[in-house]
């Protein structure tokens, strides 16, 4: 057995034999090629090498200690090297080569249970769960995720760019207990990551990438061109000089994805928004409502903010949201997010109210509550309630909601207890929307579409049934687990959607953990509509469209909620279609 493993270290020892200086290794490196280069060899180790010193390493200071080696390069010879000093021992049967040369040939052993990773969605940021894991098939304790498996061997070529390439096995054999060639886990640095550090915020972009270079559902769908926005976030990390730097860094990152899942957390005190409602309101930004005291009344069009004017002040900011047009409105302005500083402080804002411009300074403090002054159950006359679904459990409208004669549910963001509603909606159990978990063994999003789906057939139905008229208010605040209602409702034909396009970002979100106490969250599973329509980005598109007016916001109407009083108030016999 010795000799077995002896001739595996020759073996990975000649595919890294001593160069000579050529024109090539004298090619001057950028800064950022060598971070991209290094970023880029990161990810196919980080998740698809098989190696027990791979599985054991503190990616998250490997990714810091990585980016201070690498630049530390000025030629391609020497970045090469770098490659080599930081990989090897993690991955040793990994090669890096030049592009005017022929790959080495891989490492062959024979002996020993074949080991590769198994990849069930993205689970390196939570305990594994049904829908999320990962293991190392074929060491002692796993236990296969999926059929699915890699030939003995298999390998990927991967171009790192400044010339340089990688040829990285993404199986190994177990000999006496652990993968071979052995190589040895980096020590752990014990130094605290603070986001001033340079490293550190170099680092966290290489990692955010990474997760969703590997694992992201939906680039089929929208069409980035992802390494692009990586040669993009990497200069401006460059750039970055402190934390608050590299959070908007991250936020440009994420909003080319377009997924309202799609956060940054910074460490640290969240920021506070003014207590205001706003919203686009024919092309115009108009105040909803405002805690009493806040200098805002309902009605009032923003003109300025912090002397910006508003429309200059949305476009700055919705290139750091990620989401559909009508869900960055949503954050920036329902939200208020657009007004974003510490807590206590105040914004300026500039507002025209009627004939008066006013100036206003609003205290980031407080809550602006809803648009709508209602009850979370409200009769809305002649048999007709309204249900905020944000604010009410089932059990505790069950008897009025099969008793009334026409109903109208909120889902305007944050429905609850929605599942036994519908069981007492369906007429029948059939496929609604459908929710695909990726099983991954090959990095870079290249493996067939083979995925863990489910369609919520298994609905339960329950009874009595809901007999009445039954509408859904639906906006861009309608997102995630709303979404899954809404697409169930349209699927069995229970009701019809009034008011506007939901967000668009559906499916079980992961939130992955980056140096310097940040986060970045994306959707970690692809889901459609009814008939596989896309949601994503687009959102679920209203039965009845209600789109909030001027006269609507001064008389303090709801649009969507009168539309769809309408429709359950009608006392026609209901259609097939509806």
Known sequence: MGRIVLLACLAAIACHPTRTRSPFDHQPTTDAEELCAF???????????????????????????GTRQVLRASDRAQLHSALERLFTPVAPTIAFHRADEPPPPPVATSAGAVVQWQHLGFSFAREPSPTSSSVRLGTPSSSALFERRLEPGAFVDAPLGAGLLMRMPMTARIVDGHTIPTGHTPSSDARALDAD??????????????ALQHFYPYFDVLGTDWAAVLTASIADVLDDRNSTDLERTLLRMGAQLHDAHTMVRPPGTPPRAIP?????VEDQIIVLSA???SGLLRGDRVITIEGQPIDDALRDAAALVSGSAARKDVVLLWYAAITFG?????????????EEHV?????RAGEPGLDLDLAPVHELGDGLLYVDLRRVEWSEVEKRVLAARGIVFDARGGALDWVPLLGHLARKAVPGQRTFVQRVIHPDRTDPADAVVHDWSDLELLSPKIEARVAFLVD????????TLLSLVVAHGAGVLVGEPSAGANGRFVAVPLPGGFSISFTGEKTTGPGDQRIHAVGLQPDILAPRTLADVGAGRDSA?????????????LTASE
Do not use: C
């Open 39 to 65: 970023a880029r060899a990161f990810g196919y180790v980080r998740y698809f090498h098989p190696s027990d010193e791979a599985a054991a390493t503190d990616w998250n200071r490997f990714a810091i200690d």
């Open 197 to 210: 550090d340079p490293a550190v915020r170099q680092a966290a972009v290489v990692i955010a990438w990474n």
């Open 276 to 280: 205001a409602r706003m919203a686009r």
């Open 291 to 293: 805690a009493a005291g």
């Open 342 to 354: 510490a807590a206590g402080s105040t914004a300026k804002l500039a507002v025209q109210r009627g």
């Open 359 to 363: 100036e206003v300074e609003v205290v």
């Open 476 to 483: 861009a605040r309608s997102m995630s687990s709303d979404e």
């Open 561 to 573: 909620l009168e539309r769809a009083r309408e429709y359950v108030a009608d006392t026609a016999p």
